[in-house]
């Protein structure tokens, strides 16, 4: 050991003790800081399904290889952080011994091959990153980037160490082969043994690279030690955390049913709660759950979630991202005051600091975050705008591409849920989907007896629930849209009329039905869903009261109202086996009990509703179904997982967009792009939407007359029915369909 080993030894060593208390430290201030969240109980278990999950998630990176061309280099970069490590602190002897490797392992070949492959890897794979990240650099044309507004430094900060480390990897392997301390088979150095030939022999450089290797990563330490906020370094631990406690513990994403109203770890009962100690929603930072505040610790700022987002696509002022990085910044800034027992009431009144001087070592800039009020306007300098927090959809598509699993929509619906139901500070266009919904049982306002208006014109007697289903095998749960929108009424009718012809037994609930609550909920109105959604569990199970769960089918053709009543409800006492119209149709199409016969010469494209698709995972069926009409398909370059929203969930179908290009014009325009002649859809939502988007675009000259919207049901039975002269129509009756024509009673083909 000589004066330089001892040098560079002693050098790394009393750094390394700064840097790795100064962790230490931090680590432990961040888990006190992220335990200031509500409990949240439901995360604990099972161990073994969790496990699984992100066992499957961190090792297959399944859900990082979404973006194909990212996944494998982030994959070499993972792998060189995890089994680095192990390599990282091999240097501690080496800074002092040139000559020290581990015990046992290090002097075997399979080692030895896997720290060439792991350098080659990290240095590879540092390079990749930063290289897409300068292709993808926000400089190009607005809102093109997936990184506009994440942190650029920080992130080339975060790859370059990655680089330096593996160089000091490569660099320790070959100056220890140059030096004669290694002897190593070109097999297991295939890179590294030839460049010991050009190398100096001088051992001293094998603890020189140590060092190197050492240093990048103690000042790595020091760096986000001194940065909790600094997400795209400290993924590298809390991602692990942040996928293991995921919503689901089956490894689904945070989709389909929203997280209940909670407060403190439980479920809010309404007919219980207490204004002064439980919480409504998220009106405070404080007031989300631990797993949120681990959410926010762990986004790294990748913007996959921005680049699928409709609402950042088309000019709003929303990012997924931006949303969950600001909601960090606050949480983390404010932490030191809530750590010192600070907190406020409902009015903005200090209840948690007392004494003469409560606010003494307290960080200014910690009290006077913890005046910004989370949700407000640039005057009121709240964290998160109104219009930010109003424009999501609630479509998931930032839950589903987001590689570490945070939970963006339940967070924003938190926010709403406070903000309506104790600031009663909402879009005034809500006011009137609220007052109908608990006055008419339903958004537009129109009276329960015309709920089966839709029947009339039919060739056949719909079956409407008289007190006892019978031999039905389906209840049909036609929905507020279903039953009142003109549009809808088509699809309804045209489901009935398969139906009638496959001789499936169904009835309805006519005036016994009403909304699912789903547009009140998404809107932050959790008092009117659990009302509505109450009334109908109660009325459904008295429907089914003489059948066991599993028969207890319903059929519905509207997305939401199929996401309601198979995710939402059981929580409230209503277990049933919900089928999607398309669903049910392609089954009957392949039990051939529909078959058919004059198959439609048409070009369709198919748009994925949010909540059937991306929600739910209903993607075959009805492109088996636009196939089985015979119909020539056309698939959109956003569709699936990706698909694009239509603009109406999450209550926007009741507000006006006023910023940027409307969502539904978008979309059109993208599906256009294929040149269709119909659009076809799978829920009454997207058919409004995309029907005006068709109907805008055609007033400006940019579609042709012929394209319409419909629903896969009426593209079937167009196909299912034969071209014949059609029966008199009752005046004022509305359209079978667009294409469908009557048939005779009974008839089936």
């Not at 631990?237 to 209940?260: C, H, M, Q, V």
């Not at 009121?380 to 929509?409: F, K, M, R, Y």
Request: with cysteine; charged share 25%; proline share 6%.
């Amino acid at each position: 050991m000589g004066a330089v080993e001892i040098t560079l030894g002693a050098i790394a060593v009393a750094i390394s003790i700064v840097a790795w208390s100064m962790f230490v430290r931090t680590v432990l201030r961040m888990v006190k800081t992220i335990r200031l969240g509500q409990p949240d109980s439901s995360r604990n278990g099972p161990f073994g399904p969790r496990l699984k999950t992100l066992i499957k998630e961190f090792a297959a990176h399944t859900r990082m290889n979404r973006l194909r061309h990212v996944g494998p280099w982030h994959w070499l970069v993972m792998w060189g952080f995890l089994i680095g490590s192990l390599v990282l602190f091999e240097a501690y002897g080496e800074v002092f011994d040139p000559g020290f490797h581990w015990p046992i392992i290090g002097s075997w070949s399979i080692w030895l091959l896997l720290v060439e492959l792991l350098g080659i890897g990290t240095v590879a794979g540092g390079i990749a990153l930063a290289v897409i990240r300068q292709l993808n650099h926000p400089r190009r044309a607005d809102r093109q980037s997936r990184f506009a507004g994440s942190n650029f430094g920080q992130a080339y900060f975060v790859e370059a160490v990655v680089i330096i480390e593996g160089l000091g990897i490569l660099g320790v392997k070959a100056f220890k082969t140059a030096a004669g301390l290694e002897d190593p088979a070109l097999w297991t150095s295939f890179l590294t043994a030839p460049l010991a030939e050009i190398l100096p022999t001088a051992p001293e450089w094998v603890s020189v690279m140590a060092f190197v290797k050492l240093m990048s990563g103690m000042i790595w330490l020091i760096v986000v030690a001194r940065n909790m906020t600094m997400g795209v370094a400290w993924h590298r631990f809390s991602a692990f955390f942040n996928i293991y406690f995921k919503r689901e513990d089956d490894g689904g994403t945070a989709l389909g049913k929203l997280k209940p109203m909670m407060s403190a770890g439980k479920p809010l009962d309404f007919e219980e709660a207490d204004p002064d100690k439980d919480v409504f929603g998220a009106g405070q930072v404080e007031d989300f759950s631990w797993k949120g505040w681990l959410d926010f610790t762990t986004c790294t700022e990748c913007g996959r979630c921005q680049s699928q987002c409709p609402a950042w696509n088309t000019g709003k002022p929303l990012s997924p991202k931006l949303l969950i990085t600001q909601l960090r910044d606050h949480a983390y800034a404010k932490a030191p005051y809530l750590l010192a027992g600070g907190k406020k009431d409902m009015t903005g009144e200090e209840i948690g600091l007392t004494g003469d001087d409560p606010h003494a070592g307290i960080d200014v800039l910690a009290l006077a975050e913890s005046e910004r009020p989370l949700v407000g306007g640039p005057e009121e300098n709240g964290v998160i705008d109104p219009e930010v927090l109003w424009s999501c959809t609630s479509c998931g598509a930032c839950v589903e591409q987001c590689p570490v699993d945070i939970e963006h929509v339940d967070h924003i619906v938190d926010m709403r849920r406070y903000q309506v139901m104790i600031e009663s500070n909402f879009p005034t266009e809500l006011n009137g989907m609220f007052k109908n919904l608990e006055n008419k049982g339903n958004p537009w306002g129109q009276n329960a007896k015309d709920r089966l208006q839709w029947t009339e014109g039919l060739d056949f007697e719909v079956p409407v629930f008289d007190g006892d289903l019978g031999d039905a095998e389906y209840l049909f749960w036609v929905g507020c849209a279903g039953a009142f929108e003109d549009r809808a009424k088509k699809t309804t009718r045209a489901v009935a009329e398969l139906l009638h012809i496959a001789g499936v037994k169904y009835a309805v609930l006519g005036p016994e039905e009403t909304c699912t609550g789903d547009p009140a909920r998404r809107a932050g109105n959790e008092f009117v869903f659990q009302m509505l959604a109450q009334q109908n569990v109660e009325v459904l199970n008295s429907v089914f009261e003489d059948r066991e769960p599993l028969q207890r089918k319903i059929v519905v053709t509207c997305a939401h109202c199929f996401n309601t009543l198979a995710n939402e409800y059981p929580d409230l006492g209503g277990q049933y086996q919900v089928v999607h119209h398309t669903q049910l149709l392609n089954r009957l199409v392949r039990e051939k009990r529909l078959v058919p016969v004059a198959p439609i010469a048409d070009d369709v494209t198919y748009h994925d509703p949010c909540y059937l698709g991306r929600h739910n995972k209903v993607y075959e069926a009805p492109r088996e179904l636009v196939g089985a009409s015979g119909a020539q398909f056309r698939e959109m370059p956003r569709h699936g997982d990706r698909s694009m929203c239509c603009g109406a969930g999450g209550a926007r179908m009741w507000m006006e967009e006023k910023i940027g290009k409307r969502i539904n014009v978008d979309r059109v325009d993208e599906a256009l792009g294929t040149a269709p002649s119909k659009i076809a859809t799978g829920c009454p939502f997207c058919r409004v939407m995309l029907n005006d988007g068709v109907t805008a675009r055609q007033s400006d000259g940019k579609a042709g007359e012929n394209v319409e919207v419909v629903d896969v049901a009426q593209l079937l039975l167009s196909s299912v029915k034969r071209k014949e002269d059609p029966a008199p129509v009752p005046a004022g009756a509305p359209e079978i369909g667009d294409e469908a024509e009557p048939a005779e009673e009974g008839k089936q083909v």
